[in-house]
C-alpha cells in the first residue's frame, strides 16, 4: 500500500527556515519522480520543486529558486525541501506526491501527473 506522509510545517516568522520532509512508503523513489506543492487559501494548488527519480534532477519554481532546496536520504525512503528566507507568500498547505509518467524529467507544472499525494502539512509565515 502506498502512503506519503509529510512532517516539519510549522510557524515561522518571516526570513526564517523550516525542513519539510516526505517518507514514502509501498515504492521505491528509484522509481518515481516527487514534487512538492503549494496550496494557500483561496488560491490554486502550485508546484514548488520536484526530483527525478533517474538521476535525481531538479526543479523549482521561479518564486523559490534560490531559496528552497529539494533532496533525497541516499537509498533511503524520504524526500526533504529546505526552506529558507521565508516570505509570508510562502504561506501554505505543503504537499509532497509521486509519479511514475516520465522519470527522465520531472515536472511541476502538471499536477494531474502525479499518481499518489500524501495529507500535507502547514507552513504558515508571520510576524
Known amino acids: 500500500q502506498v502512503h506519503l506522509v509529510e512532517s516539519g510545517g510549522g510557524l515561522v516568522q518571516p526570513g526564517g527556515s523550516l525542513r519539510l520532509s516526505c517518507e514514502v512508503s509501498?515504492?521505491?523513489?528509484?522509481?518515481?519522480?516527487i514534487g512538492w506543492f503549494r496550496q494557500a487559501p483561496g488560491k490554486e494548488r502550485e508546484g514548488v520543486s520536484c526530483?527525478?527519480?533517474?538521476?535525481?534532477?531538479?526543479n523549482y519554481a521561479d518564486s523559490v529558486e534560490d531559496r528552497f532546496a529539494i533532496s533525497r536520504d541516499g537509498a533511503g525512503n524520504t524526500v526533504y525541501l529546505e526552506m529558507s528566507t521565508l516570505k509570508s507568500e510562502d504561506t501554505g498547505r505543503y504537499y509532497c506526491?509521486?509519479?511514475?509518467?516520465?522519470?527522465?524529467?520531472?515536472?511541476?507544472?502538471?499536477?494531474?501527473?502525479?499518481?499518489?499525494w500524501g495529507q500535507g502539512t502547514q507552513v504558515t509565515v508571520s510576524s
Open positions: 506526491a509521486a509519479s511514475s509518467i516520465n522519470p527522465v524529467v520531472c515536472t511541476i507544472d502538471s499536477p494531474d501527473e502525479y499518481d499518489w
Open positions: 509501498g515504492f521505491t523513489l528509484d522509481d518515481y519522480n
Open positions: 526530483m527525478s527519480s533517474s538521476d535525481g534532477g531538479t
